[in-house]
């Protein structure tokens, strides 16, 4: 249950609680077929962490694609951020990093095993992150 206001949507067609700051973000990832099987946009303040639970490593792939992030050195940019921090020569302050967690999802009546992503990342990405996919 969640702490923040919340706007119901539907969701294959199914009524669901989004955090109303999570909201411009949870549609532009349902209207490029990214599943999401719940987020947080987490507390306030300067290191206030959102979660997001990508149902599909495969989605989590194209959100990153979707994003259009170019490969840079700057220690602040969103590039070195989501790659934690390790795709550069300068590492960008350990709460303002993206943290990817792939996890196993068990086998169920139509498939077998397969990995789901749970992303955590600093809340005051949220704009940025609903304009590049409002762009794109």
């Known amino acids: 249950m969640s702490n923040h206001p919340t706007v119901t949507l539907q969701y294959h067609g199914e009524p669901v ?3 109303e ?3 411009p973000l949870i549609e532009q990832l349902w209207a490029r077929g990214i599943d999401t099987g719940g987020c947080c946009e987490g507390p306030t303040g300067e290191q206030g962490g959102a ?9 989590a792939v ?5 994003l259009g992030v170019e490969a840079d050195d700057d220690p602040d940019s969103l ?7 390790y795709l550069g020569s300068t590492f960008p302050p350990a709460w303002r990093c993206w943290r990817w967690h792939v996890l ?3 086998p169920d009546d139509e498939m077998g095993w397969s990995f789901g992503v749970e ?5 005051e990405d949220i704009p940025a992150l609903v304009e590049r996919l409002t762009a794109t």
């Open 62 to 66: 194209l959100l990153l694609d979707a």
């Open 51 to 59: 979660w997001l639970s990508i149902l599909d490593i495969e989605d």
């Open 104 to 106: 196993p999802w068990p």
């Open 119 to 123: 992303l955590h990342f600093p809340r």
């Open 21 to 23: 700051g999570m909201v």
């Open 17 to 19: 609680e989004i955090d």
């Open 79 to 85: 590039f070195q951020r989501i790659g934690d921090g």
